[in-house]
């Protein structure tokens, strides 16, 4: 019998695009849905009214729902981590055109203030000497918003990823920074309420990570360069970069699965170092009972 799930995203997943191309999704009998969110907060909204059955979110949200009171939604959500996805897909630092360092008074396109890029881009920008209290910060959303935002010139810098860092380069943006100058990072991870039906979810994962294995593996090349090409609008040369990205092991996808110390260190030190909240020394101690399984 065929499940189906209803998957909350933020951008176009090239690595779920493919597992449907080559029919492993057909094969674990799922039907998904991937349903695109405007910010994270509508994304956790979701997931705590049902609206959603998974998540692929940054673990950053994870720590946040699960740990902050202070959160956007203002309650905590009992989320739990199924799998490590990616190391952030390219995550970068993109400055607009015309702009080739950053400066006091720039507008920074986030999310949300409070989200875990908003946090991986102070942290960048403190390394080039530019504090948090300096910027204009302007909340614009999604990654697909923010890079049209940044081409557009309605804001001055902002963090991109998936595909659309490469757009936005290709377009005259200037990358300032990746993820990966701040240490070992975790950009995506599949997640779900613990109350939820896990069999959907679990199959899911499977077939992700078996995915993920194939592309680095170099087996999919095509399905990826195809993919890239329909779903991101990217262009054949863009194509290759963005599958160069996915098998990147410092920034691109994660085949084994697995959420690991040095990442989330790096997640919770950004969390602990510009949103202090006693709270995050309760997560530090005791975020390994969000995977599921722990």
């Known amino acids: 019998m065929t499940m189906t799930l209803r998957l909350g995203t933020f951008s176009n997943p090239v690595l ?21 969110v405007p910010s994270s907060p509508a994304q956790f909204r979701d997931l705590r009214n049902g609206e959603l059955d998974a998540v692929l979110t940054n673990p950053d949200n994870l720590i946040a729902y699960r740990y902050i009171p202070q959160n956007p939604l203002g309650e905590l959500l009992d989320v739990v981590a199924v799998a490590a996805i990616d190391r952030g897909l390219g995550l970068t630092l993109c400055a607009a055109p015309g702009i080739a360092a950053p400066s006091a008074g720039m507008r920074l396109g986030v999310d949300a203030a409070s989200s875990g890029f908003a946090l991986l881009a102070y942290g960048l920008l403190a390394e080039r000497s530019l504090a948090v209290d300096s910027l204009a910060i302007e909340t614009l959303g999604s990654t697909p918003r923010r ?10 810098v902002t963090m991109l990823n998936a595909g659309h860092e490469l757009i936005a380069i290709d377009r005259g943006c200037t990358a ?36 993920a294995a194939g592309i680095v593996a170099g087996e999919l090349d095509g399905e990826v360069r195809s993919a890239s090409e329909r779903i991101l609008g990217l262009s054949a040369p863009l194509a290759d970069g963005h599958l160069a990205v996915l098998r990147d092991p410092r920034r691109g996808l994660v085949p084994e699965g697995i959420v690991d110390d040095e990442s989330m260190e790096t997640v919770l030190d950004l969390r602990e170092r510009y949103l202090p909240d006693p709270a995050v020394s309760t997560a530090r101690a005791h975020w390994r009972e969000m995977l599921a399984g722990a």
């Open 176 to 211: 300032l920074g990746t993820a990966d100058d701040l240490g070992p990072y975790l950009g995506t991870v599949l997640a779900r309420l613990a109350g939820a039906p896990s069999e959907p979810v679990l199959r899911l994962a499977a077939v992700l990570l078996a995915t």
């Open 16 to 36: 779920l695009e493919v597992a449907r191309q080559i029919g492993a999704l057909d094969d674990a009998g799922l039907d998904v849905e991937a349903r695109p």
């Open 147 to 156: 890079a049209r935002a940044l081409v557009e010139g309605e804001c001055d």
